[in-house]
């Protein structure tokens, strides 16, 4: 077994482990939800699938210090940089992806699966590969001239902290107003009915139920569990009415829908750059009441359907803030109203989510990025310094030991090798890729004046010297190999 099989092994281990973890984390939440596993909720304390969403942001965060511990400032911080340009291009080709599909995933299959669909990179980035660069052949280097990426990087990291921060800002500004006009819910009847959902859906822990005169639409904020409250309009709501509002908010606190929310504000900063995202996370959004719509009306006849409809659009307003509401604006609520209303039966889809979690593996980590462009000639001093000994094989063993007991073709022809390798282009890749020689991939190998060696397989290659980080090199252009066996 080659090291590129038992790294192409050790990927699909974890695409399978985690598509798995995935896939029964969901399935357990949905019968949490639905009364079949409450041991599960009562241990958990929530029906969050697998991961809270918030630890998405904070993973970044740690997997920043891991590497500036593991690698030191320079690697470290070329392999942060190689990490957050492949974040930032999965979880834009995937929120972009995800909302061409929507409409049709919206169709067969339930609002819970739909909102499943986005916390898909939460649950990402728990392989070894991420800190160990065990890892298999990138699908594209991608170059950007160090200076272009330099300026990429200002706009980028400008157009984030000023997004985030804005939305920070505004959550911690509405939440202030929220209190500031707001009063304790001292209806008895509304108390009663609040304190024996929370006890149906065995919730007991602490929720604050608050009158608020500055929003027209039920809302729930709270980042820490002990600290949620709920906030209703300063109107008076029929027994029905009143029970679908605090039903819809409590699932919403039960989901840690304010961290989701919380989640996809953080990929939409994220993703600035890329206008679609922007269009992604308000669909996102929009499942997420879209998933509470569905199970608060689950076992609802026509007219209490079209009941909650009617309530969708008397109480019609905007979420603010990483805040979760009943109702939206006018731009979703006619979807809204209509999937209320029809209440078809739709398909739970744990094994489309299980593809999709494997499938997802196997494309995060496979671009990666390169900043140097310069000649192999200038790379290795090949003109200068000289081959002093160089050798083809296509058994895909490049280890010295091959070189040593001849398995290596030795090449005759070192001046001609020489001037033949110096005309390519090459990039220095930023991330190191350990395993990437298949057994039926030729191999060249070569000496530069006892100093260096490296090896040129498929589109790239491997510089090692005494004392330092092998690094290696894109080639720009594929090397003839019939011509440099002629050498031989």
């Not at 200068?384 to 005759?412: K, R």
Request: aromatic fraction near 12%; include cysteine; charge should be neutral.
């Amino acid at each position: 077994m080659t090291d590129l099989t038992a790294a192409y092994m050790l990927r699909g281990f974890w695409a399978l482990f985690l598509a798995t973890i995935l896939a029964i984390g969901f399935r357990r939440s949905w019968k949490a939800e639905n009364g079949g596993l409450s041991e599960w909720k009562a241990e958990k304390g929530d029906t969050v699938v697998w991961f809270d969403p918030i630890i998405f942001p904070i993973l970044l965060v740690m997997y920043t210090v891991l590497f500036y511990w593991l690698y030191g400032a320079l690697d470290g911080k070329q392999y942060i940089l190689s990490i957050a340009i492949d974040i930032f291009i999965f979880v834009s080709a995937y929120f972009t992806l995800l909302l061409f599909l929507l409409p049709v995933l919206r169709r067969y299959y339930t609002a819970k699966t739909c909102a499943t669909f986005w916390l898909i990179p939460v649950f990402l980035f728990y392989q070894p590969h991420m800190l160990f660069n065990i890892t298999t052949e990138p699908a594209a280097v991608l170059y950007i001239p160090e200076m272009l990426l330099r300026v990429l990087l200002v706009v980028w990291s400008a157009g984030f902290v000023i997004i985030f921060s804005q939305q920070i800002i505004s959550h911690l500004w509405f939440v202030r107003k929220l209190k500031k006009h707001s009063r304790p819910a001292d209806d008895s009847e509304l108390a009663e009915m609040w304190d024996s959902l929370k006890e149906k859906m065995e919730m007991y822990f602490p929720i604050e139920l608050r009158y608020c005169s500055v929003i027209h639409t039920p809302l729930t904020v709270g980042m820490r569990k002990n600290h949620r409250i709920t906030y209703l309009p300063e109107k008076t709501y029929s027994t029905g009415e009143a029970e679908l509002i605090l039903s819809h908010e409590l699932h919403h606190i039960q989901r840690n829908d304010v961290h989701t929310k919380f989640f996809l504000r953080f990929c939409n900063a994220l993703g600035w750059l890329h206008p679609l995202v922007w269009m992604a996370i308000k669909k996102a959004e929009d499942d997420l009441e879209l998933s509470c719509d569905e199970i608060v009306l689950k076992d609802a006849g026509a007219e209490e359907r079209k009941k909650y409809a009617e309530l969708l659009l008397t109480t019609a307003g905007n979420a603010r803030g990483f805040t979760t509401c009943l109702s939206s604006s006018a731009r979703t609520l006619r979807y809204r109203m209509r999937a209320t209303i029809r209440g078809r039966k739709k398909r739970l889809g744990t094994v489309l989510l299980f593809i999709v979690m494997a499938v997802s593996v196997f494309c995060a980590g496979k671009i990666s990025l390169a900043t140097d462009r310069d000649t192999v000639d200038s790379i290795l001093r090949l003109r200068a310094d000289g081959i002093s000994e160089a050798g083809v094989t296509s058994d895909g063993n490049i280890d010295q030991t091959a070189a040593d007991t001849g398995q290596f073709v030795p090449v005759s022809d070192t001046d001609k090798l020489t001037e033949y390798l110096s005309g390519f282009q090459a990039d220095r890749v930023l991330s190191k890729y350990n395993t990437l020689v298949t057994d039926e991939e030729p191999v060249l190998y070569g000496v530069v004046r006892n100093v260096a060696e490296f090896y040129i397989f498929d589109e790239y290659m491997e510089v090692n010297v005494p004392g330092q980080r092998p690094v290696l090199y894109h080639l720009t252009e594929p090397v003839d190999w019939e011509q440099i066996c002629s050498f031989a």
